[in-house]
């Protein structure tokens, strides 16, 4: 049985993901953007990385379209992003959600991601697994099937998290494994603003 738990344990060490998401082990201010593939709403793949490398980028990892505090947060940045854009920033939200499900929800002005495989959380180190018993209760209790939702069975969610980045360099990051408080929009605006100095 020990080696059993043993084999478990390994095997989540080398998918990337954390046991919790007080685990997690996030990339840090000056870290390059790793090359990872996320696709858009149409389902069209492209390397994250290479989207970044010449261009100022807010990335918003968001835990998906069923959780009511990803859902404020979202419009807060709604509300906010003509002043981000003036600022010269493009606003890219990811979630694990599925581009069908993305598409189905997609009220917003900036662009959201699918993070379909996981491989841009697990990339970003903000991906942590959620283990039988609370995928069941996600979905049995809360009606949040997240095999539904991602359209995969790899049972992996963000941290949320906030990454301001510069030519596929990270300036600024803010990560909460305490997924009701987000970086707000106004915050990260003032953020923004001071880089222009």
Same mark, same amino acid.
């Given at each position: 049985?020990?080696?059993?738990l043993?084999l478990?344990?390994? =095997?989540?060490?080398?998918?990337?993901?954390?046991? &919790?998401?007080?685990?997690?082990?996030?990339?840090?201010?000056?870290?390059?953007?790793?090359?990872? +593939?996320?696709?858009?709403?149409? #389902?069209?793949?492209? #390397?994250?990385?290479?989207? &970044?490398?010449?261009?100022?980028?807010?990335?918003?990892?968001?835990?998906?379209?069923?959780?009511s505090?990803?859902?404020?947060?979202?419009? +807060?940045?709604?509300?906010?992003?003509?002043?981000?854009?003036?600022?010269?920033?493009?606003?890219?939200?990811?979630?694990?959600?599925?581009?069908?499900?993305?598409?189905?929800? !997609?009220?917003y !002005?900036? &662009?959201?991601?699918?993070?379909?495989?996981?491989?841009?959380? +697990?990339?970003?180190?903000?991906?942590w697994?959620?283990? #039988?018993?609370?995928?069941?209760?996600?979905?049995?209790?809360?009606?949040?099937? =997240?095999?539904?939702w991602?359209?995969?069975?790899?049972? =992996?969610?963000?941290?949320?998290?906030?990454?301001v980045?510069?030519?596929?360099?990270?300036?600024?990051?803010?990560?909460?494994?305490?997924?009701s #408080?987000?970086l707000?929009?106004?915050l990260?605006v003032?953020? =923004?603003?001071?880089?222009?100095?």
């Open positions: 049985m020990k080696s059993i043993f478990v344990s390994f =095997l989540f060490a080398l998918s990337g993901a954390a046991q &919790t998401m007080e685990d997690i082990c996030p990339l840090k201010n000056s870290a390059v953007i790793p090359s990872c +593939e996320v696709f858009d709403i149409a #389902d069209k793949p492209f #390397d994250l990385a290479e989207y &970044t490398a010449d261009k100022n980028v807010v990335l918003v990892f968001f835990r998906g379209g069923w959780c505090y990803c859902s404020r947060q979202l419009a +807060e940045l709604k509300e906010k992003v003509g002043a981000i854009e003036a600022l010269g920033y493009e606003v890219i939200a990811i979630s694990p959600d599925s581009p069908a499900n993305l598409a189905a929800a !997609n009220e !002005n900036f &662009t959201l991601l699918s993070d379909k495989s996981a491989a841009a959380i +697990e990339a970003f180190g903000l991906a697994h959620v283990d #039988d018993e609370k995928y069941v209760k996600y979905r049995d209790e809360y009606d949040v099937d =997240l095999e539904f991602s359209e995969n069975k790899h049972h =992996l969610l963000p941290v949320p998290a906030v990454y980045v510069h030519n596929a360099e990270v300036v600024f990051n803010y990560v909460n494994p305490k997924y #408080d987000r707000s929009a106004d990260l003032d953020i =923004l603003a001071s880089y222009q100095n």
